[in-house]
T-cell receptor, first 114, second 114 residues
Framework: AQSVTQLDSQVPVFEEAPVELRCNYS??????LFWYVQYPNQGLQLLLK??????LVESINGFEAEFNKSQTSFHLRKPSVHISDTAEYFC????????????FGRGTSLIVHP | DAGITQSPRHKVTETGTPVTLRCHQT?????MYWYRQDPGHGLRLIHY???????DKGEVSDGYSVSRSKTEDFLLTLESATSSQTSVYFC?????????????FGQGTRLTVV
């Protein structure tokens, strides 16, 4: 069965500083990996995803994540954060060829201070 | 934005009463999900559907039932509401059978059981 671990429940950073949100997964088969973002009082929306090919994937607003199969990780990074990046971030995994149901981590609250 | 509407958006109900939440989609996606979101637990799957009249249980299905009589509607019923079911409920939809497509989320329903 697949599972997702987000070790950090909260990550405070100052504006323009770099940030990394960690995600590790467990699965016995190949996986598809996703990062979602949730702004206050809203639903989740896709930030980026890894399906296959290049292990580095990017979003349109400067985030990137790298798939590391040997470490079973999919950490999310941004070199310089903005106040508007303050949100809850969820890592999710679904198994290729297995269960199509996504499993979510517990979420990481990114708090950007001025 | 994907066409997903949840109703009601907010509800306060008394312990022991039945409650039904509705999810309506205009995307004709095959798969629909109900999640609950609680602090420290992230998103947990309640029930899901893979077609009309085809539903199955998730990890926290006790006390909940679902129905899907049309492709566009997925109903979640709390048979006898309890305080532990106070939560934010999210409906999601997706199309991919192999899990490679992201899920699209509704805006959520905040349910308070008093």
């Amino acid at each position: 069965a697949q599972s997702v671990t987000q070790l950090d429940s909260q990550v405070p950073v100052f504006e323009e500083a770099p940030v990394e949100l960690r995600c590790n997964y467990s699965s016995s088969v190949s996986v598809y990996l996703f990062w979602y973002v949730q702004y206050p009082n809203q639903g989740l929306q896709l930030l980026l995803k890894y399906l296959s090919g290049s292990t580095l994937v990017e979003s349109i607003n400067g985030f990137e994540a790298e798939f590391n199969k040997s470490q079973t990780s999919f950490h999310l990074r941004k070199p310089s954060v903005h106040i508007s990046d303050t949100a809850e971030y969820f890592c999710a995994v679904s198994e290729g060829g297995g269960s199509y149901i996504p499993t979510f981590g517990r979420g990481t609250s990114l708090i950007v201070h001025p | 934005d994907a066409g997903i509407t949840q109703s009601p958006r907010h509800k306060v109900t008394e312990t022991g009463t039945p409650v039904t939440l509705r999810c309506h989609q205009t995307e004709n996606h095959r798969y629909m999900y109900w999640y609950r979101q609680d602090p420290g637990h992230g998103l947990r799957l309640i029930h899901y559907s893979y077609g009309v009249k085809d539903t199955d249980k998730g990890e926290v299905s006790d006390g909940y039932s679902v129905s899907r009589s049309k492709t566009e509607d997925f109903l979640l019923t709390l048979e006898s509401a309890t305080s532990s079911q106070t939560s934010v409920y999210f409906c999601a939809i997706s199309e991919s059978r192999d899990g490679s497509t992201e899920a699209f989320f509704g805006q959520g329903t905040r349910l308070t059981v008093v």
